[in-house]
């Protein structure tokens, strides 16, 4: 900066303030666009990220860098746009104006003008024929998980028509921003697109909590106690992606709707332990059944550990919990399951169990169990975000998830067990023609 600059500045406290202020100063490195080429800038972060502010201080450059282009700031409805993007109380354009740049017009219907010649109009996705044939250099759209599925009369909707619409200027692209809703269309679509940077979508996620010098405490607070640890947190709080699979023997809602804070006096303990053959996660999982026989899942402890490292936990949750049982199969290492165990702390109680049915199959009379309110996971969805993710992921024809479900393994175990102990016969659940496989042993020394 020249030294009459810098003078003039200092002479004028309210420009100097506005520059101290300039939003390339304060913004996080993610509220900042990724180098081009880029055709969308997709923000899928949580509620209170910051998301309204990117898009209108974007919308700001777009006007700024580039004198005379046309762009759109699209919503839901006309009033959520216009009430997101212009007359936002903290982050409007209105309430964000630039110096250099400033609005000079604001026209009925629906167009917003600045001072070199750059303008926006104004789109609801109520009204998708509004943005049939008009062409635009840049856009900015908000809450697009919301956005209504109407289509004009050609059978499209407002976010086909406004991609459709942006091809003006050298490098047209648009700032996309929403909270994720699971199975919704144009959220499935751009998280899929930006797997492969040849497509031109850029994704950026964020949790509410990066904002949080920016957040009034109490807003915070009240969020996080409503909803932290739960599948909507995940979601609203976290900004991240909850879909469920179609056909899923459990849903995230069966899940969320039967959790607890805490469990009531349990009639028996068991730990489930799925070991796995390689490198995959050892699965972990404690749970309890209480006199009305219901089943509560109270830890999982899973991870990926050494032989020993795994056994000692398995041990330490058995005592920690003051289980009645220790469930592992045994088709990984036979006997060395049980002889390691024993090797860590003799007077252990240990069932083995072979998995002799697929294991989507032992997992359905457990998913029953969820249907019918019965599995009640004990705390914040936090500890159990991993297992929930495995237990979601069943249908009735396979697994659908990534990996091996060692985590959903242990829980099967774990459950089975108490429920045997509830009136099923070992020959019900396990033999030859039963749901989860056979009974190898049970021992104490």
């Known amino acids: 900066m020249k030294q009459k600059d810098l003078e003039l500045l200092l002479a004028q406290p309210e420009i100097l303030d506005a520059e101290l202020k300039k939003w390339h100063r304060i913004a996080r490195p993610k509220q900042l666009p990724p180098p081009l080429p880029w055709r969308v800038w997709f923000l899928r972060p949580g509620r209170g990220w910051g998301k309204t502010k990117t898009l209108v201080e974007w919308s700001h450059d777009m006007a700024e860098e ?45 167009l917003v003008r600045w001072k070199n010649g750059s303008w926006a109009r104004f789109f609801s996705s109520e009204e998708p024929d509004s943005a049939r044939g008009p062409e635009h250099d840049w856009g900015a ?9 109407v289509r004009d009369f050609a059978g499209n909707t407002l976010w086909m028509n406004l991609l459709f619409g942006l091809r003006g200027g050298k490098a047209p692209r648009m700032a996309v921003a929403t909270t994720p809703r699971r199975n919704n269309e144009i959220v499935h679509s751009l998280i899929e697109q930006a797997k492969d940077p040849a497509n031109g979508v850029i994704m950026v996620t964020g949790s509410m909590h990066e ?27 976290d900004g991240e992606y909850l879909e469920d699979i179609s056909g899923a023997l459990v849903t995230r809602a069966m899940i969320d709707d039967h959790r607890v804070a805490r469990a009531p006096l349990l009639r028996r303990i068991t730990v489930g ?11 972990i999982v404690v749970a309890g059944v209480s006199e009305q026989r219901h089943l509560y899942v109270l830890e999982d402890a899973s991870g990926i550990f050494t032989p020993d490292g795994w056994g000692k936990r398995a041990v330490g949750r058995y005592h920690q919990w003051q289980a009645n049982r220790l469930v592992a199969e045994k088709n990984f290492g036979g006997d060395m399951v049980q002889h390691l165990i024993r090797s860590i702390d003799q007077d252990v109680v240990i069932k083995m169990v072979t998995a002799s049915r697929g294991k989507h199959i032992r997992f359905e009379p457990v998913a029953a169990l969820y249907e019918q309110g019965r599995v009640h996971h004990v705390g914040s969805g936090a500890h159990f975000k991993k297992l929930e993710d495995e237990v979601t992921a069943f249908t009735r024809d396979a697994y659908e998830g990534k990996g091996s479900p060692n985590r959903a393994d242990a829980l099967v175990w774990a459950i089975s067990d108490l429920v045997i102990k509830k009136g099923l016969s070992a020959h019900d659940l396990y033999g030859e023609q039963g749901l989860f496989g056979t009974v190898a042993s049970a021992t104490h020394t």
Do not use: C
């Open 66 to 110: 580039n004198p005379g282009s046309a762009g759109f700031l699209a919503g839901r409805t006309m009033p959520d746009a216009k009430q997101t993007f212009l007359h936002h109380p903290r982050s409007g354009l209105l309430m964000t104006q630039r110096p250099n740049n400033p609005i000079t017009t604001v026209e009925t219907r629906g």
């Open 141 to 149: 759209a908000d809450e697009v998980a919301t956005w209504s599925a």
């Open 211 to 237: 904002n949080a010098a920016n957040l009034p405490e109490s807003f915070i607070r009240d969020l996080v106690q409503r909803y932290e640890g739960t599948q909507i947190g995940r979601q609203e709080l």
């Open 273 to 283: 332990v799925d070991p796995s053959g390689g490198a995959d996660e050892q699965g």
